[in-house]
């Protein structure tokens, strides 16, 4: 089933284009990594597809599966200095989650509290409700962002450069638990660096490059000529 | 012995207590105490501290072409003029270029403060530096209030901490991670503008406690303190609401009993509580780190 169609998509600031003729699909149950080289317009991709800013053309399409679902696409942002002397407790944060979806009731339900008690138990964090979000090291803080994510979304959940600033262990650790959640059948979508993972993780791949986008099966990449160039023949 | 210290007796001091005029200082003060510290949250942790500085800069100008004018309750032309400077910094502090903003807060400020004593000057008062003084210490004003004044104050204090309880979580989340917010559909904007006419209303109502030089103290203070000690935002909002309404209520009754400036008297107060809450702070990290 098909969640997000993307046609034709030129992304820039005020008029001036970042990145050309970016069209792809996403359906339930993809691994659909974007990568591309810095400056190519992977972030302006997240934005706009996140509706932070509008494309300067084309068409973002989102299936009447995905609106049912609250039409939410779980983000999991690129971590940023500016929480670093934030006070507030991992329960706190999981539950803002819940946000756009409470309107204006000015208090979380218990089914939400008891949603969100059941995510944090799912990503392993149950543990930490109670501490202070800055005090945790960066897998755990990861963890915590990804369970805000979670509860956002119904089923799509946009992981910007998930792993970047984490040790070995927890990077393969962070990748278990994202491939575990696809199995189960939250469609992923993810903005990396890290070639290896992707060609490891990723049953779809969108490549975005100045003035151009290549978009299909992980496979079907690791055969093109740009595949090639961009992994260095690694496989 | 001391005469600092013996100004008054305590029966005099307790006195005081038959007259209007103190009670009405004390429920604005408080009211004044909690409305701030509940926004300087949000502020502090935005990295906005110095938005109330430059918007009580404005709100002295707009005092000053009041005073001109010959208006009798300034609040009227005071407001407004605010509301719409915090609406402007805010905009451009949030959104654009940081260095940008930073500069043009500066430029308004000082241009304010600037303007706003030039035309003091035309005002005619006989009094100008008491007059002036008063707008920037808020030395007497809290001690001959009228009953419009206390009832309009405590209607503005009912509405924004009203507003403040039924927007909590979003107050949260929005200044946690404006960007997550936004993703997740929630009018971050339109909820910007809130933040920033409350910010305007709260240090409208200010100026009549601690002057328009002094306010960033009401808002900075409790939640430095509170920060010190607690981690979570709930406890954080608490704590700040906490020490903020007993700063208040004891810069006041000291400056009464000490025959002090108000204003200057309860930022006192919450500097001795900000130091007293970072060596709190500091004995806890080394115990804990031990």
Redesign the interface.
Known sequence: MELLNCKDLTLGYEGKAVAEHVSFTVSEGDYLCIVGENGSGKSTLVKTLLGLQPPLSGIIEKSDVLKKAGGVIGYLPQQTPVQRDFPATVEEIVRSGFLAKSGLRPFYTRAEKQLAAEKMERLGISHLAKRCYRELSGGQQQRVLLARALLATGNLLLLDEPVAGLDPKVTGEMYELIKTLNREGVTVIMVSHDIRAVLTFATHILHVLHRTAWFGTAEEYANSDIGRAFTGGEQ | MNSFLAVMSFSDFAAFFVYDFVWYALIVGVLIALCSSLLGVTLV?K?FSFIGDGLSHVAFGAMAVAAVAGLTNETWIVLPITVVAAVLLLRTGGNRAKLNGDASLALISVSALALGYLVYNFSGSSNLTGDVCATLFGSTKILSLTPLDVGMCIGLSVLVIGLY??????I??L???E????????KTQAYDLLIAVVIALVIVLAMNLVGSLLITALVIFPVLC??RV???????VFCAAVVSVVCALAGILLSIWLETPVGCTVVAVDLCAFLGFYAVGAVRQKIVSR
């Open positions: 942790l990295r309880l039924l927007f909590y979580n979003k949260f989340a200044t946690f991670d960007t997550f917010a936004r993703a997740t559909g929630v509170a920060m607690f981690k979570s935002f709930k406890r954080v």
